[in-house]
């Protein structure tokens, strides 16, 4: 096993230590021209690094990060399962800000501004590079990281159950915003078992983009319009709510239904059985 999968060791100082120093030391050089490019340098520079490690200990990558193939109608599932899924984690997200600040624990401004400028658009022609920078970027090089290289490693080596909780603690760690964590918690356990029940890193990119599109949106949308449908800044209307919780168990629903196309590690599992001494 030690040949086809790394040690919880040195996953566990890749993600806590070494890509974060990674990430940041990309974007204090390159987020002073654009923050927006600065993320988007972070976040592939944190791939490369990834991919680099893979090559040099001679892992197969498509293995470690789960690039199996999936159903269409999984990858449907994610994608309603992910709407419905947003909506009610940032509904708990806004519950948790609005019990912290009661107690004069909110965000400071600087941050909340910060955040509300990356995702303002102030034209159209913005909306390539914050789709990049916001959507695509994270949805893609994160699961590669969180629900590929580290969530396999931690499955194959402690197990279903560790893994999963593990990998998306680290998740809400590394983002370094303890303001959200719970409903950082929340989401990387909701992408993570979206991997484990389909062997595939695709269901989560697709959740993962959704989620943050819907962000995107809902940002804009409130700056602009002042019309408030996504709990950016105000409780779901009690429809929407309602909604939101049918996608996600008809996304769920569509994706449990279909049997995975491949096992989770198929070379462990290929190792097992050619060491299973024959009856």
């Known amino acids: 096993m030690s040949r086809y999968y790394p040690s919880c060791r040195y996953v566990l100082l890749l993600s806590l230590l070494f890509f974060p120093a990674v990430q940041f030391a990309v974007f204090a050089l390159v987020g002073g021209y654009s923050e927006r490019v600065g993320l988007v340098a972070a976040e592939i520079t944190m791939v490369w690094v990834l991919f680099l490690s893979i090559r040099i200990n001679k892992w197969i990558a498509e293995d470690l990060l789960l690039a199996n193939a999936t159903r269409l109608s999984v990858l449907i599932g994610a994608a309603v399962a992910g709407v419905g899924g947003a909506l009610v984690i940032s509904d708990l997200d806004l519950l948790f800000a609005r019990l ?3 107690y004069g624990l909110g965000p ?3 941050l909340q501004r910060n955040l509300l400028e990356l995702q303002l658009v102030g034209d159209l022609a913005e909306i390539p590079l914050a789709l990049v920078a916001i959507v695509v970027a994270p949805g893609i090089c994160e ?3 969180f629900r590929g ?9 402690l197990g279903p159950k560790l893994g999963l909780v593990i990998s998306s603690l680290i998740f809400a760690v590394v983002h370094f ?3 959200q964590f719970p409903a950082l918690l929340l989401f990387g356990l909701f992408l993570a078992l979206l991997t484990w029940w389909t062997h595939s890193i695709y ?3 697709v959740a993962h983009g959704i989620n943050n599109l819907l962000s995107l949106i809902g940002t804009n949308a409130r700056t602009y319009t002042g019309v408030d449908a996504l709990a950016t800044d105000d409780f779901l209307p009690a429809p929407i709510l309602a909604a939101a919780l049918a996608c ?3 996304g769920l629903t ?3 239904r279909s049997e995975p196309l491949v096992a989770f590690a198929p070379l462990l599992q290929r190792q097992t059985a050619i060491m299973r001494p024959q009856a």
């Open 100 to 102: 912290i600040s009661s």
């Open 108 to 110: 400071p401004l600087s």
């Open 143 to 145: 699961e590669i990281l």
């Open 149 to 157: 290289f580290l969530l396999t490693t931690l499955v194959v080596r």
């Open 177 to 179: 915003n303890p303001w």
């Open 203 to 205: 269901p989560a990119i």
């Open 248 to 250: 996600f168990w008809l």
């Open 254 to 256: 569509l994706i449990r």
